[in-house]
């Protein structure tokens, strides 16, 4: 008879503290990419956005600049102590989730579609008579009161979205 | 006062986020669909199509967005065609359309009807009937720029043809008149001539868009045939 069985089976050893933590480092890991990597996976161009996926990307990403943060710093905390006794394998497992943690959480600050559609910051205009646009490019018009703009539909395919002042009106330009 | 960015996109129609809640919003509907403002629809505010030759002869002292000089690269001045050439994710089978088909879309009263572009062209000035309202579709005399208005004058139903010019040399090739008054109007919808002169017909907000785009937005649309 073996010493194990005297034990009555439904106590169950407790988990060494260090694996419990590598669990909890695993979740705020996947927890971290996850925020970044799934929106910015379902919200991608020339993509189907079905109405659930999207919901759930909008979410995440909502969430995302606080929570990649917290993942972050939890990781690297959880890092530190687990460092010293991980073998050389999982020491490159945690630098690697270091890295995408860290990229997750600098992501989820910075808005990467205005990398690909700059906005226009402080927009310039131009009388009429010293436009050099062509009299057959089309423009998008606004009239409101006695102040009339416009705006070049060539620019506002690439800018997409312009805040603008008409006659003290605020308005969003949008193509 | 809100301030708009590009935050993604949905099927091809794009996202916007507001600076000061985070929520966001169809460009194409104005509403917010999610975050703390999800739910408010931001009002429309009329604007037209036209090519800049059209406007610059409307508003003498209209002012034009000018280019970012950085990124006067990046634009397209022949982006109809080029954008035509892009891929869709949604589609319609059995409309009879196809996705990348232009529309001149209306929604009046929340009835939604899509009249394709290529009929419109050829058939201006259209009449038609959106949810009981009159409605006139116009085709401005450079052939690109369009505009539509509600077909009343002084509250009544109104009929308007495009008078024939009187030879290819006459300087009014554009020549919009009213079947009951015999009056001339302009592109903007004002009498120039006759007992109307000085009326302007009330103009309705109109969208040039994409088969697919306007179909997937407005699922009860109904289509203009002829």
């Known amino acids: 008879m073996s010493a194990s069985s005297l034990y009555p089976p439904t106590l169950r050893r407790e988990p060494p503290v260090s694996s419990r933590r590598w669990f909890a480092y695993s979740l705020f890991a996947l927890a971290g990419i996850g925020l970044f990597f799934i929106p910015a996976f379902i919200i991608r161009p020339f993509r189907h956005q079905s109405p659930r996926a999207l919901l759930l990307a909008m979410t995440l990403r909502q969430r995302a600049p606080l929570g990649t943060l917290i993942a972050a710093l ?3 905390i959880l890092a530190l102590v687990l460092w010293k006794t991980a073998s050389r394998w999982r020491k490159s497992l945690l630098v690697l989730t270091l890295l995408l943690v860290t990229f997750s959480a600098v992501m989820a600050r910075l808005n990467y579609f205005e990398w690909m559609f700059h906005p226009i910051d402080g927009a310039q205009f131009v009388a009429q ?12 018009a606004v009239r409101i009161g006695t102040e009339a703009r416009a705006y070049p539909i060539s620019q506002m395919a690439y800018h997409h979205v312009l805040n603008d002042v008409v006659a003290g009106v605020p308005i969003a330009v949008t193509y | 006062m809100l301030h708009f ?39 429309l505010v009329l604007s037209d199509e036209l090519t800049f030759g059209e406007w610059r002869t409307e508003s003498p002292s209209g002012q ?23 891929p869709v994710v949604i589609s319609f089978p059995g409309t009879e359309l196809k996705s990348r088909d232009v529309v001149i879309g209306l929604t009046i009263g929340g009835a939604a009807r899509a009249y394709p572009w290529d009929t419109f062209a050829k058939q201006s000035p259209i009449l038609d009937r959106v949810n009981g309202t009159p409605v006139l579709l116009v085709l401005g005399a450079d052939g690109k720029s369009f505009r539509v208005f509600v077909s009343r004058i002084d509250g009544r139903d109104a009929e308007f043809f495009l008078r024939a010019p009187e030879s ?26 006759g007992s109307a002169l000085g009326k302007c017909l009330d103009q309705t907000p109109a969208l040039k868009d994409y088969w697919f785009d306007w179909r997937n937005y407005h699922p009860e649309t109904t289509l203009y045939k002829h």
């Open chain 1, 129 to 140: 008579a010293d436009s050099k646009l062509d009299a057959k490019q089309m423009i998008m």
């Open chain 2, 64 to 86: 034009v967005l000018a280019p970012v000089v950085k990124y006067t690269k990046e634009y397209d001045s022949n982006w109809e065609p080029d954008v035509a050439k892009l």
């Open chain 2, 5 to 43: 960015y590009l935050a993604g996109i949905n099927n091809q129609n794009f996202l916007m986020r507001d600076r000061e809640t985070g929520t966001w919003w169809q460009q194409i509907t104005g509403k917010a669909i999610y975050g703390p403002l999800q739910g408010v629809a931001l009002e």
């Open chain 1, 74 to 76: 939890a990781c690297f």
């Open chain 2, 168 to 193: 290819a040399t006459d300087s009014n090739q554009w020549n919009l008149v009213d079947a009951s008054t015999a009056s001339q109007w302009n592109f903007q919808g004002c009498a120039t001539s």
